[in-house]
């Protein structure tokens, strides 16, 4: 072990780092179906998951092993190969892109080697995301032609043509970006938005200084919510008018799996708008004497979810939540006073404004996902063609007019 | 070295397979398919290489979109499975000698190239060197492919139009 540890550095850390993070996606995004169908409920005056464990907690469980356990039903007359290709392309594909994300800007050390927070650090990060995400539309197309019926066949025509139109405007909307940074490799974005306006204004790309990106982040976020087949572009999937679009004939675990494909990309996306328009990980507050105290923000924060957590359990109805409610807020208590010490508090400063942030999205997506109708199909080819994709283009002529006379 | 190698053969092996399957296969989608796999080992082919732009490009313009749209008019058409034709006499006794003999130049000129030429200089290209490349050394070939795709693209248009 310690032989080939020392002969292949880069394949025995990433090899952990992959396994660590599968481990960690898996459960976010359970907890995040969880997450989703709780703000949904509240959205709608109801309460959502509450009787499997305190609170719905234990809810994805169930639901996990409820799709494990179910029969795998496979309608007759499918095309075996593509059938099963197309949750496993989905799945794979969507967690592939996890992959390139870098959570934090220092580096981490495994098994005494130095390696980068993330998995894998290119440089050409942001096309590669963008190469797999371009795959991404197989799995939804295969599914919908290899079922052999009617609605999946509409609803993976539907995605094909949704897809390619949206990753137009989506890439064009980045170029502005791009720009600004000179470079594809997300963490060398990040560092381009680095400082302030007038000393308090953070210059993330969403103020920066030539031109404020705010046009290509409108588009940014709408093409990836289409690209994403979410509400309320999620026209591969209609129910109302395709009983369940491209999944349809899929039961059991292969349905799980385009369900975790959609979550894992919803993540992915929500990475992406941080780093590229939202500074990543920078704090919003100046390393300035006058703000040291936002280092005690993420310690600040758990502690009060670790103390609410205890309040609410010690009154909660069931034994269950009287018992785990507690102990995890005691958890949290724990983890706060781990990451106010001098070592931890600076490292976990970068993961703790990039993971608030990124769930700051996460909320935004479930938010519209639960207020917005669906849009009827025309209506989103031409707000495609006819909006986003002239306004990034405008986009990308605006910035590169606007640095060119900023320089002079 | 060997590790480089080794990622090489594999996906020299995929690229192939995927071309013979390409041929054997009977249904379009399935061949789609395999042509989509040809193209993706392609590409890593051109990450081995250092051409890391060329790669990405690759993904995203040919499995990402072009690849796309064949398989949403097979799609769009529902073509059925192919029947296998017997081959024309011209294939039988001209084709398979013709093929032969590609095979064989190809072969020699690899083999000839290879022991002559320097090899190119490794390591990753940045992107910036074939940006300048692109708008600056080659950018009237570059404008004037543009305004080829374009006076295709009007073409299409007016095609369609005249049909509904």
Redesign the interface.
Known sequence: MSDFLAQHPILVVSGIKVVVMMLVMMTALAYLTWFERKVVAHIQSRWGPYRAGPHGLLQPLADGLKFLFKEGVTPAGV?R??YY?APFLSLSLALTSIALIPFGPQEIRILGQPTSFGIAD???GL??L??????G??GV??A??SSNSKYP?LG??RS??Q??SY?LAL?MSVVGVLLLAGS?NLREVIAAQRGFHWGFLPRWNILASPLPQVLGFFCFFTAAIAETNRLPFDLAEAESELVAGFHTEYSSFKFAMFFLGEYASMITVSCLATILFFGGWLSPFPETRFFVWTHYLPTALLAAAGVWLILDGLRYSTLLGKIVLPVLGLALCGAAALVSRPGLLEFVQGPFWFLGKVLVFLFIYVWVRGTLPRFRYDQLMAVGWKLLLPVSLANVILTSLAMVVGKR | MSAELAVFLVLAALAVAGAVSLIVQRHPIHSALSLIVVMVSLAGLYLLLGAEFISAVQIIVYAGAIMVLFVFVIMLLNAGIEERTNLSRMARYVGLPLGVLLMALLAYAIGRGASSQAPAAAGPAPTKTLAMMLFQDFVFPFELTSILILIAILGALVLAKRES
């Open positions: 095309d190969f593509a290709l290119l440089n050409i096309l590669f963008f190469a797999i995400t371009s795959l539309v197989y197309v295969l919908g032609w066949l993976g025509l094909a043509a897809m390619v990753e890439t594809f």
